[in-house]
């Protein structure tokens, strides 16, 4: 797989027994990225055999305590195993201040740099960058603010037909040009189209992130036709007052977000712990949204 999620904590405010506050990994192409971190999270990262040394970039949503509580624990349990390679860190802008505040009065100095980008509240676009990915942050709307992600690949390079490729007598230094779908000439001038020699690139995808939200339209054009979209529902509809009042969302609103916005797939979480199974939510998202799943921690998602 070269491309999943693996949801490590789905759970609402309150940690139980069986749910953690929110965090998810998300593996791209080596990349290694981790989106909130509540509390517990490192315990949720070393359960699911994440190699937390490996993590690229942590992205935070918002500073509610279930969304970030477990990321100084995190950040020192990775200087304690020695750890030395720097790690990015996106989120509010009040975040840095609270991580080195609590760093610095503990009398901790870390063996790695922490490279904070801050989000500015009402800050909408990209915030990551590379040679495979792009990472947009958009606002959601909640009680402070809050920003979703939405991860999408690239267009992938065209797949080589080697033994095609190597009849054709091209020096190797040409296959860049023809995986990028650039045609090539050999020595004696003569033009080699890249379609001969390559195959269509795999397809790319994308996942949306969604947590802490009231129900919000203006989010569809940033997560429009995504693979994937996890969108929180913390109530069922008979709560429906109290999703408005608390600006959360019931998963029949997060149905309607997936069913405007084309998505393929729409996962559920941040339940809150006073319902006892996921029965009436996933009643009342399926009929609005036939894909619907509720995420399970552990569970990864190929995209
Ligand atoms: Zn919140």
């Given at each position: 797989?070269?491309?999943?999620?693996?949801?490590?904590?789905?759970?609402?405010?309150?940690?139980?027994?069986?749910?953690?506050?929110?965090?998810?990994?998300?593996?791209?192409?080596?990349?290694?990225?981790?989106?909130?971190?509540?509390?517990?999270?490192?315990?949720?990262?070393?359960?699911?055999?994440?190699?937390?040394?490996?993590?690229?970039?942590?992205?935070?949503?918002?500073?509610?305590?279930?969304?970030?509580?477990?990321?100084?624990?995190?950040?020192?349990?990775?200087?304690?195993?020695?750890?030395?390679?720097?790690?990015?860190?996106?989120?509010?802008?009040?975040?840095?201040?609270?991580?080195?505040?609590?760093?610095?009065?503990?009398?901790?100095?870390?063996?790695?740099?922490?490279?904070?980008?801050?989000i500015e509240d009402k800050f909408e676009g990209l915030i990551?960058?590379?040679?495979?990915?792009?990472?947009f942050a958009f606002k959601l709307?909640?009680?402070?603010p809050t920003h979703g992600f939405v991860?999408?690949?690239?267009?992938?390079?065209?797949?080589?037909?080697?033994?095609?490729?190597?009849?054709?007598?091209?020096?190797?230094?040409?296959?860049?040009?023809?995986?990028?779908?650039?045609?090539?000439?050999?020595?004696?001038?003569?033009?080699?189209?890249?379609?001969?020699?390559?195959?269509?690139?795999?397809?790319?995808?994308?996942?949306?992130?969604?947590?802490?939200?009231?129900?919000?339209?203006s989010i569809?054009s940033w997560i429009?036709?995504?693979?994937?979209?996890?969108?929180?529902?913390?109530?069922?509809?008979?709560?429906?007052?109290?999703?408005?009042?608390?600006?959360?969302?019931?998963?029949?609103?997060?149905?309607?977000?997936?069913?405007?916005?084309?998505?393929?797939?729409?996962?559920?979480?941040?339940?809150?712990?006073?319902?006892?199974?996921?029965?009436?939510?996933?009643?009342?998202?399926?009929?609005?949204?036939?894909?619907?799943?509720?995420?399970?921690?552990?569970?990864?998602?190929?995209?």
């Amino acid at each position: 797989m070269s491309f999943y999620i693996q949801f490590l904590g789905t759970g609402s405010a309150l940690p139980t027994l069986n749910q953690h506050p929110t965090s998810q990994f998300i593996f791209c192409q080596n990349r290694y990225f981790l989106i909130d971190c509540g509390e517990g999270t490192q315990i949720q990262l070393r359960k699911r055999s994440v190699k937390i040394q490996k993590l690229d970039a942590i992205f935070i949503s918002h500073l509610h305590g279930d969304h970030y509580f477990g990321l100084v624990g995190l950040l020192s349990s990775m200087h304690l195993l020695g750890r030395v390679k720097a790690i990015s860190i996106y989120g509010p802008e009040m975040l840095e201040k609270i991580v080195r505040m609590q760093l610095e009065l503990g009398g901790a100095s870390l063996g790695f740099d922490l490279n904070f980008f801050p989000i500015e509240d009402k800050f909408e676009g990209l915030i990551f960058e590379d040679k495979v990915l792009e990472v947009f942050a958009f606002k959601l709307k909640h009680k402070i603010p809050t920003h979703g992600f939405v991860f999408r690949e690239k267009e992938k390079e065209r797949g080589l037909l080697a033994n095609k490729f190597k009849e054709s007598g091209l020096s190797l230094l040409q296959i860049p040009d023809l995986k990028k779908g650039i045609d090539v000439q050999d020595e004696k001038g003569v033009t080699h189209p890249f379609k001969k020699y390559t195959t269509k690139p795999k397809p790319s995808s994308s996942y949306a992130f969604c947590s802490d939200t009231a129900y919000s339209e203006s989010i569809v054009s940033w997560i429009a036709g995504v693979d994937v979209l996890y969108h929180e529902a913390t109530f069922a509809n008979k709560d429906k007052a109290r999703a408005k009042a608390t600006l959360h969302s019931t998963a029949e609103q997060a149905a309607k977000i997936a069913k405007m916005a084309k998505v393929k797939k729409l996962y559920f979480g941040h339940m809150s712990a006073r319902y006892d199974d996921s029965k009436a939510h996933l009643r009342e998202a399926r009929s609005h949204f036939e894909n619907t799943f509720e995420a399970i921690e552990g569970e990864k998602v190929q995209l």
